[in-house]
């Protein structure tokens, strides 16, 4: 609960709502920066009243699961009224938030990649394992259905499909007869659907797939369907390597791909790419790739969140620092479990 | 920061650094539930210290904005090293989320419709007035472009084109040359999409308008371009009226339309009908609005957050109630700014 209001000396009044709770006070001495009281109360119930010098009181109401939900909303029914009460016509704003969830069996707070809190509907965790490369969850949400979060990151949900045609080129690209490399992409989506377009070969290069693998094949089936359950089908062969030394491989054999679609971890956010090797590395994928693309061919990447213009702009110089010259478009997509814009790249030679 | 983990008594090595701080301790009797200390710094920095009795420390650090930031995470880097020291294996999660900010000029936690905490990157307040109906707002978020707010509820952005298009039937509808009836939309943008496909006429009833339009017509031009300029045009008239009036009196004339598309405010989220009025204006409003739909028209509405399946089955009921049968598909939908998943319902005469 925090109220912006234009006079202050309300604090007596407020006290006696705590006061009626049986709560156990203590105030603070805060060297000037207004009144700090802390109040005890039954069940391991604790409250924080801030009068802050600035015309705002802020209330943070702490409680266990388990106490009584109805008591606590009156209690902040009733400081919500006593404050209207006291503070008649003086106040701006009275703004009461969700409550904040710590320490339950499931973690429903996943930060967007601008850094924004953000609670998800996550009522279960369906996998979890730890590879050599990373952490791999796949969590249920009631809306979203599962979602992959590889190392903390919301990485593809099984409503996410906007994200899959996004990085294939939105539907304007036809994928029949033609030659594909997909980098990354353990999940699974992107072969699914590319395969539907009959191609003549993809080839998918993913290193840290077993793990993967096991978790999308069996929790993401909406998103892979059972195309993970063989590594080679007709037109398709998936290899369980780093695409580093693939690429090279492919370089010196001088194959050209018609399409690759790099699907590989998130450009990272540091904005300071002479101290992160990260960038070099991320140039070395795109230098062999745009090396084995074909003079008409076209690379997807997905890029980051439309709010890190840095690390876009970063990115976008990357570019321009390539063996090959290349141009570039970008489109911002929604897709709907990372509840933020996301930009995508379409890359081709000059 | 929230660590859960499996054994306790790390409270005294916590606690030094606090003391090196120089912060002010006291420690608080909990009656049985766990450990409690709150520390007083400078600059009004607070931190609530819990070590909770199953397993769950929490650190609360309260600051001001004109804090130095750096030196704070400094702090809490400190506390997370030290206790992936002192628990060093028996760790089963640490996670820190990101500051809180209450009382800034600019609210940026708009709740879902369905209850979660969201941190939205609104950055400006551009618009701001009360109606005798609503509180207006319009918000400038950096991905979403502006934002308009109706009584705390996220109505529309610039960036939701796809809630026009899924409240006009996802694309599948030939409005040339239909007789079009638009309740609400008072944001302009279902009438400026309808006007592009030349029907013969529409018409719009909005009560609420002319605060909103003042708003929408200046700030929300990418959604409503200059169709809100004026109330009437070749193809359109907007009637800012009550619109259960005018149903009442179309009913009278023998009017028919041959879309009709509802954009009213949003389905009451009351689980409780028999206590709460607004489902019998709801139905009232069906009921006439099919009575002047075309046999073969459809009448198009939102319906309420995916999550909010009690809500959306009592809207389903009423269907059932209204005194010309009628028949409904349903369909899920993306709107950008909302955060979540949205349902729309297209329902015709049976």
Chains 1, 2 share one sequence.
């Not at 009243?49 to 008591?71: A, F, P, W």
């Not at 904040?100 to 509907?121: N, S």
């Not at 593809?156 to 490399?181: F, H, R, W």
């Not at 993809?202 to 840290?208: A, G, L, Q």
Request: proline fraction near 3%; hydrophobic fraction near 40%; include cysteine.
């Amino acid at each position: 609960l925090a109220v912006l209001f234009d006079s202050a000396s309300t604090v007596p009044d407020l006290l006696s709502i705590f006061h009626e709770q049986e709560m156990t006070e203590t105030v603070h001495e805060t060297n000037g920066h207004g009144y700090l009281a802390t109040f005890v109360g039954k069940n391991g119930r604790f409250v924080i009243l801030r009068v802050h010098s600035h015309g705002l009181v802020t209330i943070d109401l702490q409680c266990y699961e388990e106490d009584n939900i109805s008591q606590l909303d009156n209690l902040l029914n009733a400081l919500e009224t006593k404050l209207k009460a006291l503070l008649n016509g003086n106040i701006t704003r009275i703004k009461r938030l969700p409550a904040l969830i710590r320490g339950a069996k499931v973690d429903r707070y996943w930060p967007t990649a601008d850094g924004r809190l953000i609670e998800y509907d996550i009522d279960g965790v369906v996998y979890e394992e730890d590879s050599a490369y990373q952490n791999i969850k796949i969590l249920h949400s009631q809306q979203f259905g599962n979602i992959l979060v590889l190392n903390g990151d919301v990485n593809l949900a099984e409503s996410d499909l906007a994200y899959t045609q996004a990085i294939m080129g939105s539907g304007k690209e036809d994928y029949a007869g033609k030659e594909v490399l997909i980098l990354g992409g353990g999940d699974g989506g992107i072969l699914a659907e590319v395969v539907k377009q009959k191609p003549k070969m993809i080839t998918m290069v993913e290193i840290s797939f077993i793990k993967v693998i096991d978790g999308c094949k069996m929790h993401m089936r909406k998103t892979c369907g059972d195309i993970l359950d063989n590594l080679k089908g007709d037109c398709y062969q998936i290899l369980v390597e780093d695409c580093v030394p693939v690429l090279k491989k492919y370089v010196k054999e001088g194959r050209m791909f018609d399409y690759i679609i790099n699907d590989l971890t998130a450009v990272p956010i540091s904005t300071e790419p002479e101290e992160d090797s990260t960038w070099e590395f991320l140039r070395l994928i795109l230098d062999l790739s745009i090396k084995v693309l074909h003079p008409s061919g076209k690379y997807f990447t997905q890029g980051n969140s439309v709010n890190l213009s840095e690390a876009l702009t970063l990115y976008e110089e990357q570019l321009g620092k390539l063996s090959c010259p290349v141009d570039f478009s970008k489109e911002v997509v929604c897709v709907p479990s990372y509840l933020e814009l996301w930009v995508f790249y379409t890359i081709w030679k000059k």
